[in-house]
């Protein structure tokens, strides 16, 4: 299991939440990753997911 990390700001650069999960691969982080931002209405928020290697997987400004 891999551990990643999401991040959801406001437009002022204010953290919302910061959520650090477990995934086997990279698939499968986005898809926990979109369920979470779903599950807090924060899809349209700036997000981001990264893997451990710092790679974005998800993204939205």
Known sequence: MRTYKLTAYEQTGKLITEETFTAENDEQAKE??????????????????????????LFHS
């Open 32 to 57: 926990k990753g979109r369920a979470l931002l779903e599950e807090k209405e924060l899809v349209n928020q700036t997000h981001r997911l990264a893997s451990p290697a710092g790679k974005l997987l």
